[in-house]
């Protein structure tokens, strides 16, 4: 059994003010197996951090089947959500001020979820120590955010958000706003991390190369997978041949495709010695 597994998702975001609905999600499926490092790749407003945001238990799905490990994400009540979040999800934003309190420095940072745990503080300090050294902070422990580069603010970030130690770690876009070089270099830790730890991980991110370096991609288009690879001889994003077959027999082409196409609304299609052919007179 796939450690998480969604079937059909759906989220439409109600904006109070005018009562219009926006479809964000509109049936994503998709396994993930245990210790897998993915990558999500998709347009601006494609419904990627909707997925991420209802994934850490921070939004609601409207509806469809959510479960990660034995946990049934659609069916829980706002307190259990609390503590699902709590315990076995750990976040990391592009924004660094979403991750971190700027007041204070980044070992006081790293206690905090400690402290949620219940730690002493002997216990919270050498352990939020040894977080900072796992992302080669060890000799900035009492330097605020703002005493720190792009690479190493959302390096911390990565510390507390695997203080409770996660089952989980979910990542929006963590090196939107680094050059290329310190992406690398991020990249390199939740790597090691994904590899000492087995925590599962998923990345959002707008950077081909960065997706790359992941076990695998997948592309969301209009809230829904349209398409998905191993990411190992993958050169360019058009090579992701791979489309997904839901179990109703939809499948979204991918959008190099659709934007060639001259006539969106009907192709032909047959089945033809093994292969589906899709025709446009
Ligand atoms: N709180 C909200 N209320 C209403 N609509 C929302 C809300 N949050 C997101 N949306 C809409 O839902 C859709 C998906 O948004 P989402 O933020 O998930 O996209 P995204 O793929 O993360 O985009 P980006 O790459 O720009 O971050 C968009 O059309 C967006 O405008
Ligand atoms: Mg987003």
């Not at 980044?106 to 900072?132: D, F, H, S, Y």
């Not at 992302?135 to 703002?146: A, I, M, Q, W, Y």
């Not at 603010?153 to 876009?173: S, Y």
């Not at 590899?195 to 809230?223: C, P, S, Y």
Request: proline letters at 3%.
């Amino acid at each position: 059994m796939a450690y998480i597994e969604i079937r059909d998702l759906i989220k439409v975001y109600q904006a109070k003010e005018t009562y219009y609905k926006v479809p964000a999600l509109r049936g994503i499926e998709l396994e993930i197996e245990q210790g897998e490092f993915i990558s999500i790749i998709g347009p601006s407003g494609s419904g990627k951090t909707t997925l991420l945001l209802i994934l850490s238990g921070m939004a609601e799905p409207t509806a469809g089947y959510v479960r990660i490990g034995d946990v049934r994400l659609d069916q829980l009540s706002e307190e259990t959500r609390n503590l699902y979040r709590r315990t076995k999800v750990g976040t990391l934003w592009q924004i660094p001020n979403r991750n971190l309190i700027w007041e204070i420095n980044i070992l006081q940072n790293v206690e905090i979820p400690l402290r949620l745990m219940g730690l002493q503080r002997e216990v919270r300090i050498k352990r939020a120590r040894e977080l900072l050294a796992e992302v080669g902070l060890e000799n900035r422990v009492k330097h605020r955010p703002s005493q720190l580069s792009g690479g190493e603010v959302q390096r911390a970030g990565l510390a507390c958000a695997l203080a409770h130690e996660p089952e989980l770690l979910l990542a929006d876009e963590p090196t939107g706003e680094l050059d290329s070089k310190t992406s690398g270099e991020l990249l390199k830790y939740f790597q090691s991390l994904n590899e000492t730890h087995g925590i599962t991980a998923i990345m959002v991110t707008h950077d081909f190369d960065v997706a790359k370096a992941t076990d695998r991609l997948i592309q969301i288009v209009n809230g829904r997978i349209s398409g998905y690879s191993l990411t190992g001889d993958l050169k360019t994003i058009r090579d992701m041949h791979e489309v997904y077959l839901d179990r109703f027999g939809s499948i979204q082409l991918p959008r190099h495709i659709v934007d060639n196409m001259k006539v969106q609304r009907r192709v032909n299609i047959e089945h033809q010695d093994g292969k589906v052919i899709l025709t446009q007179e």
